[in-house]
């Protein structure tokens, strides 16, 4: 996690003057894991480079002492999910990658807008599962200036993520016999229609040939 960065006494974006070899530094980066809890009303989390702290109520980023060509904020992100998975469940960002090209310098702010939609998995044995599901939109900009007070927006990933009114419920269901049985007589009986009305449709196709010859088109003529 970021105790890694921590350990080797990085500040991400920055370079430690402490290490003789920077060039590797500027080529590594964290993998970060966990959880967070968060109150059932939409807010944001991010990640992003400089010291954070509270100036007037409000979150900011120092970004003293750093460099447009000193940040990458490519990432790839392997699972995110708001509460536990159910069968079968998709989460749009888990997979997602986000590679910063050349001209970018590696400043760029990605920002993620995510739909929470609360719900319920039920399994064959009534036990309930309680969770969420998700869809996303992503957003992308690329940052010239980090100083631009006009502008307010720094390099990072950012998540904003508000949660629907309206829950979703899954219930598991065992098919019958009998709705097994049901399904296998349809197919069978539909196998032996089609067999009897193949031929008796080329018969009366053939008659109508015979009996109404203008609508035949007879090539030798």
């Not at 702010?109 to 044995?125: C, G, R, T």
């Not at 900009?141 to 006009?150: G, L």
Request: charged share 15%.
């Amino acid at each position: 996690g970021i105790h890694q960065c921590v350990r080797e006494g990085k500040t991400v974006g920055m370079i430690d003057s402490n290490i003789d070899d920077s060039s590797t530094q500027l080529n590594e980066g964290c993998r970060l894991h966990g959880y967070l809890e968060v109150n059932k009303v939409a807010g944001n989390f991010h990640i992003a480079p400089g010291q954070s702290f509270e100036q007037h109520h409000i979150h900011v980023h120092s970004l003293r002492n750093m460099r447009l060509n000193m940040l990458n904020t490519t990432h790839y992100i392997d699972e995110l999910t708001f509460g536990q998975r159910f069968p079968n469940q998709i989460n749009p960002l888990s997979n997602t990658k986000q590679i910063v090209s050349l001209h970018d310098n590696g400043a760029v702010l990605y920002h993620y807008y995510v739909k929470i939609v609360p719900s319920a998995y039920v399994f064959l044995n009534q036990t309930q599962l309680i969770t969420n599901q998700y869809s996303v939109t992503k957003h992308k900009k690329i940052i010239r200036n980090i100083f631009d007070s006009s502008d307010h927006q720094i390099p990072g990933t950012f998540f904003t993520y508000e949660i629907s009114a309206i829950m979703v419920k899954f219930v598991e269901k065992k098919r019958s016999l009998s709705h097994f049985l049901t399904s296998l007589c349809a197919i069978i009986i539909s196998m032996r229609f089609r067999q009897w009305i193949s031929p008796t449709y080329k018969n009366l196709y053939d008659v109508c040939l015979n009996q109404a010859p203008f609508y035949h088109n007879d090539p030798t003529k």
